[in-house]
């Protein structure tokens, strides 16, 4: 009977990536690749280590999944992968003993061996960091790519050599390394025949990438998006995460230049005050980023800005606070995700002395989220009454709706009427509620948004 295979991912996109090429190799080794635990053969938990309540999830988890049976009446096999499989490796096998095997992020390639070797009864762990898992992944299948829709990730950057003080990403990815570019193109094309319109390309610090370019040398993100615009059929391209640091002006310039790249970009800063920032490790002040910002809106003066926040962080004064709030009214943010500092293992950060109280560092995301929401709602607002290109994604909740996405990554509802999943439509926003935009649409255009 053929087995069935269950993976549930946590965390970034990094991991979602992840997920389709786990898929592809437990497809390569005979699994059905289905969308619940229920009655699996194996189930592959995809794990986030960022905070303490992601990274503690997975227990809860593994605890339910105790008595999980598969289809043939047989244990199901539990595997952990992700970053919480890297920071903790065979911990997790002694906290849980149902688990099977444990397998880190850039180990996955491993993946069809630590099975058999599982199914004998051993328990492996491969977190190997130093290996290369994209020389020896299979390319990826085309039914797995049809299955993406019209969007799907691409990661070409991974890991981090930044080591802010309060993140665990440079132990649980490893060091900072770029796909070559050959390869990234190989993968573009795969994706773009298989009816893909939007490429998002990944990494951990995506604008930091430096892929060799097959002649000696290595291109920058800006070159390589290039390359990608140069793609038939290929509408849309976006990049996530950057690092202030390594925005390089051929990139703002690509902004202005490249109109297959959307108008959207994530650029987190963390903090507004400079004696946090230090603190952080983050080698940039605040004064630096709001520079930074002017360059890109000079350049492209409809970008849409999102970021990420960190509340709490060790020492952080209610003036430092403030100095974030004054940040955040002076960038004006289109959406952003802001967090609780929480204290990681074997970072610098969580051995410090001062940490902040829980209840002010809740006070402070509470006022930071009231902030970052009004002006997320104003921006939404603003879109009323414009005319925006929306590529169509799916279907909407409502089975007379299709859904899909501005330039400024925002969800659109319009009607089914409007065209097939895969066009780019140009829509009238007739209403904004809540993160969604309402519109009807004005005419067809299929060239790049
Ligand atoms: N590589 C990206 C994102 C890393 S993780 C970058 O450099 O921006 C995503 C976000 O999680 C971070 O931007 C940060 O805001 C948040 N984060 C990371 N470590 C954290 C911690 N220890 N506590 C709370 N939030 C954290
Ligand atoms: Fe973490 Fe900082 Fe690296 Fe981002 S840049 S992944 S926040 S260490
Ligand atoms: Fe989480 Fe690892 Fe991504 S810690 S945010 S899954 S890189």
Known sequence: MEKRAFIKSYGCQMNVYDATRMADQLRAAGFRVVDEAEG???????????????????????????????????????????????AEGEEIIRRQPRVDFVVGPQAYHHLPDLIAEAGKGAKPVATDLDEDKFEHLARPNRRSVTARGVTSFLTVQEGCDKFCAFCVVPYTRGAEVSRPMADVMDEALQLVDGG???????????????????????????GLVDRLAGIEGLARIRFTTSHPNDMGEDLVLAHRDQPKLMPYLHLPVQAGSDRVLKAMNRKHTAARYSELIARIREARPDLALSGDFIVGFPGESDEDFEATMTLVREVNYASAYSFKYSPRPGTPAASREDQVPAEVASERLQRLQALLTAQQKAFNAGCVGRRVPVLLEKAGRRSDQLVGRSPYLQPVHVPASAGAIGDIVEVAITAAEGNSLFGEVVSERSAAA
């Open 40 to 86: 699996a053969d194996l189930v592959l938990l995809n794990t986030c280590h960022i905070r303490e309540k992601a990274a503690e999830k997975v227990y809860s988890e593994l605890g339910r999944l105790k008595g999980a049976v598969g289809a043939s009446g047989e244990p199901t096999m539990i595997g952990v992968a992700g970053c919480v499989a890297q």
């Open 196 to 222: 893909v319109r939007e490429i998002t390309l990944l990494g951990q610090n995506v604008n930091a990438y430096h892929g060799a370019d097959g002649k000696g040398g290595t291109v920058t993100l800006a």
